[in-house]
DNA sequence: TAAAAACCTGACCAAATAGTCAGGATTCAG
DNA sequence: CTGAATCCTGACTATTTGGTCAGGTTTTTA
C-alpha cells in the first residue's frame, strides 16, 4: 500500500519557494490538457519558462509533481463543508455549499479536470484518501442530512448519492466544458454561463430535496463576478 | 479541419469481421484503464490475443484503432432519444430516457470513461461531432421541452442544462466509479447500486422539472437485472 | 488441388522522453 | 569580501513505443 499523500514542508530559500509553485501552476495546466501520461516534462518546463534540467532540480520525478499538484487540489475539495451540522438551516447550508463548489468549478477548472483524470483512471494515487479521509467526511455530513430528514426539515434523499450528485452537477462544467461550450454555442464558459449554470444547479438540488421556491437569480449574480 | 468520424464499413472476410471486433473489444477497455496516450498497441494486442504486429495488419494506427472505438460509442450514445416528442407524456418521456442512460452507464461503463476521457481533454476526436450532430440533436430536443414549459406541463428549467445534467447524474456512476465504491463502501457497483442510483437519480431530475411524487422502487427492479 | 488472396510473425527502426550528472553561475551568510 | 550553499545548464543515457517490412502460413476460390 502506498504511503498517504501528503503536503510538501514550504522549506527552502526564497528562489525554490517561487520555482515550485511556478512549476505546480504550470503542471496543473499540462496535467490538466492531457493527463498523467500525456503531459510531457518539457512541457511542464516551458509552461513554467524553465529548463527541464532545472524542473528536475527542484522535483525528483514527474510523479513527484503530480502528486505535489494532487495534494493542493484536495486541500481546497476538503474545505467548504462546515456549513453542513445539524442545527444549520438545511436550505441555507445546502445552497452554500453548492454555491462554493460552483465558484471552485469556475475558479479552478484545471484542478477539476486533474483530479476527474486521476479519479477516471482508477485513482492510483489517490485512492486511499478516497477510501479514508474522503469517506469518514461524507459520512459525517451524511448522517447530518439524515438528522435533516428524520426532524422532515427536508425530503427522503440518500444523503451519499446527494454528494455523488452534487459533485458530478458542478464539475460537470469544468470536466466537460468542450461538450457544455458545444452545446451552448459558447466558445468558452464567461461569468454568465456560471450564473446560469449554477441557478439552475441549486433549483435541481433544492428541489430535489423538497425545498422548492426557485433561487431568484438576483442571488446569484451577487456572489459571481464576471470570469 | 478533420475529417468527420465515420464508422468503417463492414467488408472483409470472416476472419477480419472477427478480429476486428476482438481488437475495438478490448481496445475500448484498454482506452477505458488509460486513455489515448496510456494505452500502447502492446497492451491493445493482448487484450485481445493477438500479436501486436496483426493489430497493426487491421488496424494501420493507434488514432485508427481510437477512432474506430468512438465512433462505435457515439452510435451507442445517439439513440434513446426518440421518445422525446411535443405529444408525450414529459413524465414518461424522460423517465424512459433517465432510465435508458443509466442503463447504458451500467452495461458499457468502459465506453463511457473512453469518451469521458476524450471529452475532458477537449475532445481533438470528436469535437465537430459535438458542435455538429450533438448540437443539433439537443437544440431540436430543447425544442420539444420548452414547448412542454409553455405548456405548463412541467416547470420551467433551461433544457440545455437540463440534459447536460442528466449525463453528468447518469455518467458519473461509471467515471467516477472508484469515488463512488470508496464512498459508499463497496468493492465495485452491482445491480443493487445501480437500482439504487436510478431511483435517486430519477427522483432528482423529475423533481427538479416539477413533476414530484417518488418513484417507486419497484419500477426500477424490474428492468435492472443483476449485474 | 493449385494458384491467389488473406492472414500472421519476428526482427528491426526512428522518435520521444524520463531521468542523470559534471560542472558552471548566482546568491547568501558571516 | 569570501567561502559555502544554492541554483542552473547542456549533453548524455536507457527505455519505451508506434510503426514497417520481408517473408512465411493459412484460407479461400476456381
Redesign the interface.
Known sequence: MRAALQDREPGGGRIRQQQEAAILEAAERVFA??????ATMVDIAQEAGLSKSNVHYYFGTKADIYRAVLANILRLWLAETDRITPGADPREALSHYIRAKMRLTAERPEAS?VF??E?????PEI?DF??GT??RL?AEKAAVIEGWIERGRIA???P??????L???T???A??E???C????RPALGGADYR??TA??L???L??C?LDG?VVSEDVRKEMPDA
Open positions: 490538457r492531457g493527463g498523467f501520461q500525456g479536470r476527474a483524470n479519479v477516471l483512471h482508477g485513482a485512492g478516497l477510501r474522503l469517506r461524507v427522503a434523499v440518500d451519499v448519492h446527494l454528494f455523488i450528485s459533485w458530478a452537477l464539475q460537470t462544467y470536466d466537460f468542450v461538450q457544455v458545444a452545446l451552448l454555442g446560469r449554470a439552475h444547479v433549483n435541481l438540488l428541489r430535489g423538497g426557485g
